[in-house]
């Protein structure tokens, strides 16, 4: 038995649409993207397994807290943790929904960052997170 | 006098090269974003000034001194059993509150790692008390 061979054409991919696809990608990178601020200070963040995401970024602001035991609030360097009550006193009144987010060096000690907590407290600004890295799921 | 008119072409703006630069700029953008770097430990602060009195059978207290050793109300643990007991304290008891004091040199990782636990257990309620000077 003999088939006739069906006449083949060379197979084309239609380009006429990629830039639209490549486009529309583009749209959400772009949209999804929150380019770093701040620098911060070099600090190694302790690990711990059950981790929570940050749900937003807009509404964050960043301490940090390094080893020598200098603090930094959104790039802002404090000298005396009291003024850690105005600055946050401030971004309380722009923002209620204001997160600060601790990045807190894991050798140093809970006194420097107590104190910061205390002003926290008092400026009003109480939903805090501490920044971890997250660890493999230990047994449940 | 007659002037002749001249042809007009259609202007064309060459579309090979957009999908190019689409893609430059699709390629910038990948690299820059970051989707969910920051993950941490939740937690609310109590208001300032707010001092609520509790039965005292509804806390318990995690102290966690200057050498990262915990005692919970009053007994020596290790770390890894904080989960545990918390949970089995939860379990007899919905209100509880688990009051975390440490002192002004406790090492942080210790504390992380003790909030860890806590978390790991379900509370809810977590206190962080004020270190003694």
């Known amino acids: ?18 830039s639209d696809i490549v486009f529309t990608l583009l749209l959400f990178f772009m949209v999804s993207t929150v380019i770093k601020k701040f620098t911060g200070l070099p600090v190694d963040i302790p690990e711990a397994y059950k981790v929570e995401k940050l749900a937003t970024k807009t509404h964050t602001s960043y301490i940090w807290i390094d080893e020598t035991e200098t603090v930094s609030f959104d790039d802002i360097p404090v000298r005396s943790t009291s003024e850690i009550y105005d600055i946050a006193r401030q971004k309380i009144e722009r ?4 997160i600060v987010f601790l990045r807190v060096d894991r050798n140093s000690k809970m006194g420097v960052l107590n104190d910061v907590q205390q002003e926290l407290r008092k400026a009003g600004a109480l939903r805090i997170f501490y920044g971890t890295k997250s660890k493999p799921s230990a047994e449940y | 006098m007659l002037v002749e008119k001249r042809k007009t072409t259609s202007a ?9 630069m689409a893609f430059l700029l699709l390629i910038f953008f990948l690299v820059v974003t970051t989707i969910g770097s920051d993950k941490g430990i939740d937690l609310v602060l109590p208001p300032e000034g707010e001092v609520k009195p509790i039965p005292p059978q509804n806390i ?3 102290l966690i001194n200057d050498n990262g050793n915990i005692l919970i109300d009053e007994e020596p643990r290790f770390l890894n059993q904080v989960r545990d007991i918390v949970k089995e304290r939860i379990a007899r008891n919905d209100k509880l509150i688990v009051s975390v004091k440490t002192t002004r040199y406790t090492p942080y990782r210790v504390f992380v790692a003790v909030l860890d636990q806590l978390k790991q257990a379900e509370a809810k309620k977590i206190s962080i008390a004020e270190p003694e000077k």
């Open chain 2, 60 to 62: 318990m207290n995690i």
């Open chain 2, 12 to 20: 064309d703006i060459p579309t090979a090269s957009l999908a190019d």
């Open chain 1, 1 to 18: 038995m003999k088939f006739k061979k069906k006449p083949r054409g060379v197979p084309q991919i239609p380009g006429a649409s990629m």
């Open chain 1, 95 to 98: 923002d209620v929904q204001l």
